[in-house]
């Protein structure tokens, strides 16, 4: 089968995961052909129209946002929704110049899209329940996005317990993505200052911005890193900070299970979906500063409290996140949508 994966960069994890999703199909016999418009082209998709699909597609697979422009009748269409970002929750986080964005374009380039998919796929609960509330005929399948387990897991040797009270190394938290306000990045330095210096935080530039925390004392850039970094990050960090707003399904999260550490993070859109709390993470309330602190700092008092929450993590990745998984229900989805 051969599948064409179009997209339109846009610097975060739907770049990230149809790569992944590229590479498991070949390992499976098809053909995963992929096609990257640059970032610019977002705010006119429907120029994508002119590329022409790779000479026998069976099955086009796109992002929400980019589905009309990548259509090419009579080739089935596959609309992926990694991000409802119509979402008037994600008003607040945006300026006025991307609500405007959003709401007059955005949602208009979505409709599209489902209008045109033969299929329709959320790749959480929380992002079928976003989109059946506001495009009601909609039905789309949940698919749980996945990660390659054989290369996120957990580190070779266990991790160290910090032991800043002996003057040893502080506690090390991590945080992963875009510095981005839907994020969370603007509480990111409220918290560390509660936290003090017993506890470090280290944090990537993401895919799309390569700015820093500035001010913040006990934190520290990782700067954009490859697979393998970003694989040792996770091995060497004790525990990921990510207080995101809105997330379709938290790759950061997914991949941080995997190598079997635990998370703290906000209880908005998915990401009870992605953490057990008070097994594989702590969930606490969106925007509550003094409640991210105090979860870190109980999981720092309590290491083999903080040890089984990792191994229990794994599992839970092992179960929930797996990349073969997800690769084998979108085979059966690519099947069915082919199907006179």
């Known amino acids: 089968m051969r599948v064409w994966l179009p997209l339109i960069s846009t610097g975060g994890g739907a770049d990230v995961l149809t790569e992944a999703l590229r590479r498991a199909l070949e390992r499976r016999g098809h053909e ?3 096609y990257l418009a640059a970032h610019h082209n ?3 998709p429907w120029g994508q129209r002119r590329v022409p699909a790779p000479p026998g597609t069976d ?6 946002w980019f589905g009309a422009g990548f259509h090419r009748p009579p080739v089935p269409l596959v609309v992926i929704e990694h991000l409802f970002t119509p979402d008037p929750a994600a008003r607040p986080h945006r300026s006025p110049a991307q609500s405007l964005f959003h709401e007059v374009l955005v949602r ?3 409709a599209s899209s489902y209008r045109r998919a033969a299929a329709t796929v959320a790749v959480s609960d929380a992002t079928r329940q976003q989109i059946e509330r506001h495009f009601p005929a909609v039905r789309p399948r949940v698919i749980r996005n996945g990660v390659d387990l054989d290369h996120f897991r957990p580190p070779p040797a266990p991790r160290a317990a910090p032991s800043p009270a002996a003057g040893g190394r502080p506690l090390r938290l991590l945080f992963v993505g875009n510095l981005i306000r839907r994020k969370g990045v603007d509480l990111l330095p409220p918290i560390m200052a509660a936290l003090g210096p017993d506890f470090e ?3 990537t530039s993401g895919l799309r911005t390569d700015t820093r925390l500035e001010r913040v004392a006990n934190a520290r850039s990782l700067g954009r890193l490859d697979r393998d970094g970003m694989r040792r990050a996770y091995w060497e960090a004790d525990l990921l900070l990510f207080p995101s707003r809105m997330e379709g399904l938290p790759l950061a999260v997914m991949e941080a299970a995997a190598c079997g550490l635990p998370a703290v993070v906000s209880d908005a859109s998915s990401m009870p979906e ?17 409640a991210f602190a105090a979860a870190v700092r109980a999981l720092a008092a309590d290491p ?3 040890a089984a929450m990792g191994a229990a993590a794994r599992r839970f990745a092992e179960r929930a996140f797996d990349l073969e ?3 084998a229900e979108y085979i059966d989805l690519f099947e069915e949508v082919r199907r006179p």
Do not use: E, K, N, W
Not at 59 to 64: E, I, Y
């Open 32 to 34: 995963g052909i992929p």
């Open 42 to 44: 977002q705010y006119f």
């Open 59 to 64: 099955v086009v697979v796109t992002h929400s």
């Open 108 to 110: 208009r380039l979505v």
């Open 201 to 203: 935080l280290l944090y």
């Open 274 to 290: 992605s953490v057990v709390d008070g097994t594989t993470g702590r969930v606490c309330p969106a925007d509550d500063v003094a």
């Open 304 to 306: 083999p409290a903080l």
């Open 325 to 327: 998984r997800m690769t």
